[in-house]
């Protein structure tokens, strides 16, 4: 692609196009029968640090007849610079262009990234809405968390994958094969994907409204097709990736990574991946050392990530630092999503002295009565010990991210934010140390699948006094506040709990420009105002209605594991103040998804 190399000196960052990177995978395209593009719809940068794709890289690439290239949303200079020179959307590894593909996987993690799924098939010179799509064009399908509610994104894509990727693909392997042999029409592809375990395909089904707006009816258009979507999960991890593709440039996370466990069994009522991640799997520590010296040897990293969605809980984290840092010393190692206790602060400080990872936690809410609330389970004095603890190990640094527009929060508990900063700073200056505290609020968003799934999303005039009122309070030396555009985390509530009918405020907001939106430069709140208008749609329909709990929800046909009945009985203990237990440590919660099953199927899989 010649007409590429004319274009690349005139664009930012040109190592985001060019491929050809340490580990990349590069088939002979002649030979391989079948082609899967995988599909990230933001930056390289940020793509390239997702832990998902390498594994379905690896798996499909393991695979003698099908191969997998990459591909990631271009920046727009890129963009401009690729329609001006009439170049469509191509892979790394070959630089096929993508509309040759067979197949176009498209990883759904975050839902601003919605309107750059759309401008990829376009740029792809493949209509977005799969209606207009014809057997010349590549199948469409997308996994990640976001296909928890699939039904905002359902007129543009064929297929959905839920659940664990690794559970399911093989399986979709073997159908691909067969469409491709038997030259099957696309139809009759999606017809009999229809029928594997955790497949959605949005065609097949049929959603009627009452009058007011909400959701009547939600059924399968064919007898043969499943009412009900079961997320797949797999019981045990597959093996960690230990070869990924090594980047030319800096990306996000620019450094290796293991995941250590899947899932969590804390409980927090506003966290959807708490909810769809369950139940906790936790990978073998020989397994993981093993993997680290694989990973230094294949990809030359001295820095591994620990990846967990609260790494302070797997077993014995401290013994497995030690013999990974025993085993080699120079490697460094980052430890996120550790919770806020003293141990997680010694486990930090034992970690070799020639590098020592900010301090980052998450209180969520300042006061107990709404950590209560939200399930949190972390006290004010576990917050005070933990600050004291790092400040008594001569860290002067920490950054604590706090939620704003919770289910039940007043001002007291808004206040209660400043108060616990105060005790922080006066714990810093006792030691004689300058205390630099970083204090990031997010608005909550109501998401899919938790407790809070039923809960109204607060306006922005409800939440700018509560930003203000921080503002002022916290205005003071070595506190550095920061906090997301409410208009913004309106549009996130949106599309994630919208229905079928968002998809038309999604194609015209894409059609008006808007692409990027987590991006605060390319943000266009207007633009979206105008699509929801265009579209016949309130967002605040959406986003900041209290729903009945007897409401039909537009993922209500996608089981997660976790039962209606659990969620709802989570919901009223918010409402009354009542912590819930972990159930790791605990007994058993009746979640839907008990301890016992995975451990009958961890004994069914490995006797003995």
């Known amino acids: 692609m010649s007409s590429l190399d004319n274009i690349l000196y005139r664009v930012t960052k040109p ?17 391989t029968g079948i082609r899967i593009a995988l599909a990230y719809p933001d930056l390289y940068e940020i793509g390239m640090s997702n832990i998902a794709l390498p594994i379905l890289y690896k798996i499909i690439n393991s695979q003698p007849d099908f191969l997998a290239e990459r591909v990631y949303a271009p920046w727009i200079d890129m963009e401009a610079a690729m329609r001006a020179a009439d170049i469509p959307l191509f892979s790394l590894e070959s630089r096929h262009p993508i509309k040759d593909f067979d197949v176009i996987g498209f990883s759904l993690g975050y839902e601003l990234t919605y309107t750059n799924v759309l401008n990829m098939l376009h740029l792809a010179q493949i209509p977005p809405l799969s209606s207009e799509r014809n057997e010349s064009h590549p199948i ?20 959905f994958v839920v659940g664990d990727g690794e559970e399911v693909l093989l399986e979709l392997l073997d159908y691909f094969r067969d469409w491709k042999g038997k030259k099957a029409t696309k139809k009759e592809l999606l017809h009999q994907v229809a029928a594997i375990p955790g497949i959605y395909v949005p065609s097949l089904y049929h959603a009627e409204y009452h009058p007011d707006g909400t959701l009547k009816s939600f059924s399968p258009t064919t007898a043969q097709t499943s009412p009900i979507i079961r997320r797949q999960i797999v019981s045990i991890l597959p093996p960690p990736v230990t070869a ?3 980047p030319y440039i800096e990306i996000i996370h620019d450094r290796g990574a293991i995941e250590i466990q899947r899932g969590c069994s804390r409980g927090c009522r ?7 991640y369950r139940p906790l799997r936790e990978r073998p520590q020989e397994e993981i050392i093993e993997a680290a010296g694989k990973i230094i040897a294949s990809c030359g990293y001295n820095e591994i990530s620990l990846v967990s969605l609260n790494t302070s809980d797997y077993p014995d984290i401290d013994k497995l630092v030690f013999s990974l840092s025993n085993r080699f010393p120079d490697l460094t190692l980052s430890l996120p999503s550790l919770r806020i206790d003293s141990p997680s602060i010694k486990l930090v400080d034992s970690l070799p002295s020639h590098h020592k990872p900010g301090l980052t936690f998450a209180p969520e809410a300042g006061s107990e009565r709404l950590r209560r609330i939200i399930n949190k389970g972390i006290h004010e004095e576990d917050i005070l010990n933990t600050a004291a603890a790092a400040f008594e190990r001569g860290w002067t640094g920490l950054k604590l991210y706090f939620m704003l527009g919770l289910p039940c929060e007043t001002t007291e508990d808004v206040e209660g934010i400043v108060h616990i900063i105060g005790k922080i700073r006066q714990l810093s200056r006792s030691q004689g140390r300058t205390p630099q505290l970083r204090i990031s609020l997010s608005t909550f968003v109501p998401k899919p699948h938790t407790p809070f799934q039923w809960a109204a999303q ?22 550095r506040l920061s906090w997301q555009d409410p208009k913004l985390s309106l549009l996130e509530a949106v599309l994630s709990r919208g229905d079928r009918r968002i998809g038309k405020a999604i194609y015209y907001a894409w059609q008006s420009g808007c692409t990027f939106d987590a991006w605060d430069e390319r943000f266009n709140y207007d633009i979206w105002l105008r699509a929801f208008n265009e579209s016949g749609i309130d967002p ?69």
């Open 15 to 31: 190592a985001r196009y060019t491929g050809g990177e340490w580990n990349s995978i590069l088939k002979d395209w002649g030979k």
């Open 140 to 159: 469409v399908i997308a996994g990640g968390s976001c296909v928890l509610n699939p039904e905002p994104m359902s007129d543009f894509i064929d297929f």
């Open 244 to 246: 990924p593709v090594v």
């Open 270 to 276: 506003f966290c959807q991946a708490g909810s769809i």
């Open 458 to 479: 607060e306006s922005e005039e409800q939440l700018n006094p509560k930003h203000e009122l921080l503002k002022r309070e916290l205005h003071q030396k070595g506190v």
């Open 540 to 608: 605040h329909f959406y986003a900041q209605r209290e729903r009945s709990l007897d409401e039909i929800l537009p993922w209500n046909h996608i089981d997660i594991g976790l039962t209606t009945d659990f969620l709802k009985r989570e919901y009223q203990r918010a409402l009354n103040s009542q912590e819930t237990t972990d159930c790791h440590h605990g007994p058993c919660n009746a979640c839907g998804l008990e301890r016992q099953q995975i451990l009958c199927q961890r004994k069914h899989q490995h006797p003995g």
